[in-house]
């Protein structure tokens, strides 16, 4: 079973104040070795998500009583990462021009003009839900889809679309590193859709994303394998138990 990332800090506060664990590595060991009745899931969900946070491998040995930390490749440490997402589906947008220091070049883009632009793109043809994020200062916006099969097919049909023009994930991160500055991406900015293709970021959210979500939608979010989903659906229908 998968733990929240609010649930692996509490872990860790909890450990903290062992000090039989002076160290993560110990702290993981441990969770991978416990036995305790009833507590075998939490303690690997617990090993799995410092795991992926920390770009271990995640794969549990089948043949020996201990366990080392085996450093992933970066590009497999990501792919690890990216496998944990938010369900219900979520795509969290940035509006870049927010974190501008110069309050005149800040523009705002109301949730109703994120949904109209995502719908004119054809992106949004079902329900959603559209709400601000943390901060609640139209900087950050969620687009929740429905928890189907087709609700996760939309979702990553919209990140595909941001990586596509550079306004995914990575460029987001790139351009608030650049010394918290944004007002490359601000005066470009126009009216209509130009100005919101200039202006929002955004990408399918994963584990690290939750502390972007307003209070409802973190409280009812769980962390699934995108790559189980996938399998499920795959999966063929057995018919008269064949």
């Not at 496998?83 to 800040?106: A, F, G, K």
């Not at 054809?122 to 687009?143: C, E, H, K, W, Y």
């Not at 023009?165 to 130009?194: A, C, L, P, W, Y």
């Not at 955004?202 to 690290?208: F, P, Q, V």
Request: positive net charge; aromatic residues 8%; contains cysteine.
């Amino acid at each position: 079973m998968l733990l929240l990332l609010v649930q692996l800090f509490l872990y860790l506060c909890f450990y903290s104040y062992s000090k039989e664990f002076i160290d993560t590595q110990r702290l993981v060991n441990h969770a991978f070795m416990s036995h305790k009745v009833g507590l075998r899931a939490q303690h690997l969900g617990l090993h799995k998500a410092v795991c992926v946070l920390l770009g271990w491998d995640t794969t549990l040995p089948l043949d020996t009583v201990t366990w080392a930390p085996q450093v992933l490749p970066e590009a497999e440490a990501v792919a690890q990462k990216e496998d944990l997402i938010l369900w219900p589906p979520i795509v969290v947008i940035h509006n870049i021009s927010m974190s501008n220091n110069i309050p005149q070049e800040q523009k705002v883009i109301p949730m109703e003009g994120v949904l109209a632009y995502l719908r004119g793109k054809g992106f949004i043809t079902g329900r959603v839900n559209v709400s601000l994020g943390r901060p609640a200062d139209q900087s950050v916006m969620v687009v929740k889809f429905l928890g189907t099969f087709p609700g996760l097919a939309n979702t990553e049909k919209l990140h595909k679309y941001f990586s596509e023009i550079k306004r995914g994930r990575v460029d987001f991160q790139r351009i608030i590193s650049n010394d918290g500055k944004s007002s490359s991406g601000t005066k470009k900015g126009k009216e209509g859709n130009k100005m919101e293709e200039q202006l929002l970021y955004g990408y399918m959210a994963i584990s690290e994303d939750l502390d972007k979500l307003d209070f409802n939608n973190r409280k009812w979010s769980v962390i699934k394998s995108r790559k189980e989903i996938q399998e499920l659906a795959n999966d063929p229908v057995k018919v008269d138990g064949r």
